[in-house]
């Protein structure tokens, strides 16, 4: 009893973290529901011939950093096709703007599916400063690989801003393979599950919360690790081509390398799988 209460009450400690990451590398925009996980909501524009692709909703005052960051990430093989995807896509309408609150990070949200049950909608929330801003190496190894590269001049500002529209890009991607009873299930459920979990003495393994985890395909911790994750596996694509010319390519993968080994072990694979892509050999010592 004495390992489940030290496991539940570790559990909450996770459950703040995660509210604080939101919070402060902007991985997800803040949203009015409760919880570990704070999905976003909302309308969203109506799929049409006038509104369909990519909408550029920027004010005049961010224009100049905004195309300095969209450049940035344009620069890239990989950018390009998935700005391509998003902004010839007839059924799909990505909106793209930027916004105060997190100013150095960013969000993904307002999601809307079609009556065949195909994502339709989302929008991309930058702060106004995602060029600064290194996130923890806990949930964020690509991103906060990039730190000392800034400071030693190697990498400019803009490269970080174009990781985070990149990590934005890999929720939305993830997003269109979710079904939307499934995403308004998880919805419902996180915040009913961290309710239970703070008033029955953190205790994971609580029937209701197993059940409740066992409808969501995981509980709100690893809901919300499993989102960031596949975010920081899309920012590692962006990487992937945008230093692979770059003498230090093989310190830098090796530094994510770590920080995956040491926080984000059951994540592993999926950043194995892009170090190997195409032939890469440059991630080193990344077997």
Same mark, same amino acid.
Request: with cysteine.
């Given at each position: ?20 990451? +939101?919070?402060?590398?902007?991985? !997800? ?15 969203? $524009? ?35 096709? !998935?700005?391509?995807?998003?902004? !010839? ?6 909106? +793209?703007?930027?916004?105060? *609150? ?24 930058? *702060?106004?400063? +995602? ?59 996180? $915040? ?63 530094? +994510? ?20 892509? !195409? ?9």
């Amino acid at each position: 009893m004495r390992a489940t209460r030290l496991y539940g009450f570790f559990t909450l400690l996770m459950l703040a973290l995660c509210v604080g990451q +939101i919070q402060r590398s902007g991985a !997800q925009a803040k949203q009015p529901s409760a919880g570990a996980i704070a999905y976003a909501s909302g309308a969203a $524009p109506r799929v049409g011939a006038e509104t369909n692709g990519i909408r550029e909703v920027i004010e005049d005052k961010y224009q100049k950093r905004y195309q300095d960051w969209k450049s940035e990430f344009l620069s890239t093989e990989i950018g390009r096709a !998935q700005w391509a995807l998003y902004s !010839q896509n007839p059924h799909f309408v990505l909106t +793209i703007t930027v916004a105060k *609150g997190n100013s150095h990070g960013g969000g993904s949200g307002k999601y809307v599916w079609d009556d065949s049950g195909q994502l339709a909608a989302a929008t991309i929330t930058l *702060g106004t400063r +995602i060029d600064e801003g290194y996130p923890s190496s806990v949930y964020y190894p690509v991103m906060n690989a990039l730190e000392a590269y800034e400071s030693e001049k190697l990498l400019s500002g803009n490269v970080l801003a174009a990781a985070k529209l990149a990590h934005e890009f890999g929720h939305v991607t993830r997003m269109t393979g979710t079904p939307e009873a499934a995403y308004k299930l998880q919805l419902r459920l996180v $915040p009913a599950y961290n309710k239970i979990f703070l008033s029955n003495g953190f205790n994971v393994e609580d029937p209701r919360l197993v059940e409740m985890a066992k409808l969501m395909g995981g509980n709100p911790v690893q809901l919300w690790e499993d989102r960031e994750y596949w975010g920081e596996a899309n920012a590692m694509l962006y990487l992937r081509d945008r230093v692979a010319r770059e003498s230090f390519h093989c310190k830098l993968f090796n530094k +994510i390398k770590r920080s995956v080994e040491e926080y984000a072990r059951n994540y592993e694979e999926r950043f194995t799988e892009i170090a190997r892509s !195409q032939g890469v050999t440059y991630a080193c010592s990344w077997k």
